[in-house]
């Protein structure tokens, strides 16, 4: 396995798991989820629509089917979690280290992707 797909593998891993994991929070712990929201000071009715669209980037960005919906992964989550970061930021409570490990995964992970499978191009081809 060369170096970039070694790279692009274990950051698309790692951040994966990340956003699994913070779907799975949302799921099922709940409780403590809301407690977390509550003291960032976001609204709690977002947890399960976040959960959701969170496993649907996962499947975007593993299964490779859709140019669009893979860069609106992505998109979204590097929005997530830099958002994330200055709510804990803001907050004090001390999490933001993983929020920017996520952030440094996420832009690992696309930069790495464009090297191995090319630039997304949306034009079709004649």
């Known amino acids: 396995m060369n170096r970039d797909k070694l790279i692009f593998w274990i950051s698309t891993g790692l951040m994966c798991a990340i956003f699994l994991f913070s779907a799975a ?4 712990g709940h409780e403590f989820a809301v407690n ?25 960005v593993l299964t490779r089917k859709s140019k669009l919906l893979l860069e609106w992964a992505y998109s979204g989550f590097f929005f997530d979690v830099v958002f994330a970061t200055i709510a804990h930021l803001m907050a004090g409570d001390g ?20 090297k191995m499978y090319g630039k997304i191009v949306y034009t079709k081809e004649a």
């Open 25 to 28: 929070l949302y799921v099922f």
């Open 36 to 60: 977390a929201y509550n003291v960032i000071g976001f609204p709690t009715w977002i947890l399960y629509p976040s959960a959701f669209i969170k496993v649907l980037g996962v499947i975007a």
């Open 95 to 114: 999490s933001e280290p993983l929020s920017i490990f996520a952030i440094v995964v996420s832009v690992v992970s696309r930069i790495y992707y464009g």
